[in-house]
């Protein structure tokens, strides 16, 4: 089983900017195996994929957000980041790290995104 915890998040203004964090860790498993990735719900919408960062460290951000939002990671650090900028009010939802690798698929928590003035 795959642990995945995240951090971050909370209230910021619009056109303001949020880093998200999620570390994962697993017995027997190092961090650079895990495909990696981002997801949210925003109110009154099932959960979406935000981006991705596979384990060969190729990216994919959505549309809705491409240009706004940033994907990294960091192995060294067992880290994923989520840098979110020019953030709007339907930007505001939960959102929830994932962590995959083979039949192993893990969530985080959920980390609240408030976008308001």
């Known amino acids: 089983q795959i642990q995945v915890v995240e951090s971050g998040g909370g209230l910021v203004q619009p056109g303001g900017s949020l880093r998200l964090s999620c570390t994962a860790s697993g017995f027997g498993m190092t961090f650079d195996m895990f495909t990696m990735a981002w997801y949210r719900q925003t109110p009154g919408k099932q959960r979406e994929l935000v981006a991705i960062n596979s384990d060969d460290g190729r990216t994919y951000v959505e549309d809705s957000v491409k240009g706004r939002f940033t994907i990294s990671r960091d192995n060294a650090k067992n880290t994923l980041d989520l840098h979110l900028s020019s953030l709007k009010p339907e930007d505001t939802g939960v959102y929830y790290c994932?962590?995959?690798?083979?039949?192993?698929?893990?969530w985080g928590q959920g980390i609240q995104v408030t976008v308001s003035s």
């Open positions: 994932n962590a995959h690798w083979r039949l192993y698929d893990s």
